[in-house]
């Protein structure tokens, strides 16, 4: 048995954001990071659909990305002295993420951040408000996933807050947001999305529903990655990956997801490898050794024509150069010595991560320690 969680209405496609004209409600609190969709005019658009919708509108902006959590408590203030009964998180994943945490904080002002962390902390929301999201990068998924993650710069620590409770109720997916993403965060998210239909196609609870969005989104990847970098003014392509996008968040975020994503949030913290990235560089190898006990990759490495998992692993590392981001750990710039120092430390860290939970091999220290040192040196193994 199992239970498959998405937002109520998902409005897709270029043109889009004029759903919001749809909406009800009274008042409605656009929660944004910086000037960004200021200056493309989509907060504009937003704020002008809303108040044909009926609903009055304020803005919260500031959040930084990585949120963290003296901003989500700044913004529950805010928005117990405007009382939305919506809430809209628009712009990055950082944006979105930090939205559903204020929300959180708004409707019980008592949570406490590290008690959120726990399996099912989240208690029943929309008491005072609904959701809505629309991203204007295509990578996290947010706008469809229960996950929003918090940072607390005093402890160093990102807490990750998981509950079908904050899926959002609307997410808009509208591919002209997204034109003035710069090439660099295209590739990595891009590849962030494929990371994502990858790791949830083979999770160890994935099933028929979860499998042909997953799919989906890895083949729409793979056909338009290249072209958006290529061609930044391609709307039809930034739809694709998009679309994309959500897909695999769709998919993620009711089967999971796999090593790849319990290491790579070890180099991203401790060497500040952007997500996407790390993903890339991990995923290879990561096929390759999980590759033994599922051949689900060989369904993937068909949507390119081939046959072998080697081939898919071979095929994503294709991928990953010809949108121009590194091969290996140690050609993003991290010395020998700095990994020497940290590579026991990252290897528990990943071991205990959540995500390692749904990988479909389960992985011994010294198996990923291993994966990680190949990943260092950007060579293939074979485990
Ligand atoms: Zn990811």
Not at 141 to 155: A, F, N, Q, W, Y
Not at 177 to 183: G, Y
Not at 225 to 238: D, G, K, Q
Request: glycine share 8%.
């Amino acid at each position: 048995m199992a239970k498959f969680k998405v937002p109520k209405e998902i409005f897709h496609g270029l043109g889009s954001l004029e759903n919001l004209k749809g909406l009800t409600g009274k008042k409605a609190v656009i929660v944004i990071g910086g000037s960004s969709v200021k200056a493309n005019g989509s907060l504009e658009r937003t704020e002008n659909y809303l108040k044909e919708a009926g609903i009055s509108t304020v803005v919260f902006s500031g959040v930084e990305p990585d949120p963290s959590i003296e901003t989500v408590l700044k913004g529950a203030e805010f928005f117990t002295q405007e009382q939305p009964d919506v809430i809209v998180g628009l712009g990055g994943c950082s944006s979105i993420d930090a939205a559903k945490a204020m929300w959180i904080y708004y409707e019980y002002p008592d949570s406490k951040l590290e008690e959120l962390a726990a399996p099912f902390a989240v208690k029943p929301m929309r008491n005072k408000a609904y959701f809505v999201a629309i991203p204007s990068t295509s990578g996290t998924g947010t706008e469809v996933t229960g996950l929003s993650v918090i940072t607390d710069r005093e402890k160093g620590t990102k807490y990750p807050i998981v509950s079908h409770e904050l899926t959002p109720d609307v997410a808009i997916i509208d591919g002209d947001l997204c034109a003035s993403m710069p090439k660099h965060v295209t590739a990595n998210t891009g590849l962030d999305v494929l990371s994502h239909g990858v790791e949830a196609y083979v999770s160890n609870i994935a099933d028929r529903y979860n499998d042909a969005l997953a799919k989906g989104a890895i083949d729409l990847v793979f056909k338009t990655l290249p072209t958006v970098i290529e061609e930044p003014n391609n709307l039809e392509a930034r739809q694709a990956m998009h679309d994309a996008s959500c897909m695999a968040g769709m998919a993620f975020t009711n089967v999971w997801l796999g090593i790849v994503h319990s290491m790579s949030h070890q180099i991203g913290g401790t060497f500040g490898i952007p997500h996407g990235c790390g993903n890339a560089i991990l995923m290879p190898n990561v096929i390759r050794f999980n590759s033994k006990v599922t051949n689900k990759y060989s369904e993937l490495a068909a949507l390119s024509g081939r046959t072998s998992a080697e081939e898919f692993a071979q095929e994503v590392s294709k991928l990953r150069a010809s949108v121009g981001v590194v091969g290996s750990i140690k050609e993003y710039g991290v010395s020998q010595e700095e990994w020497d120092a940290k590579l026991d430390v990252l290897t528990q860290n990943a071991m205990d991560d959540p995500c390692t939970l749904f990988n479909p091999r389960k992985p011994k220290f010294e198996e990923i320690k291993a994966i990680f040192q190949a990943c260092y040196e950007g060579r293939a193994i074979t485990l």
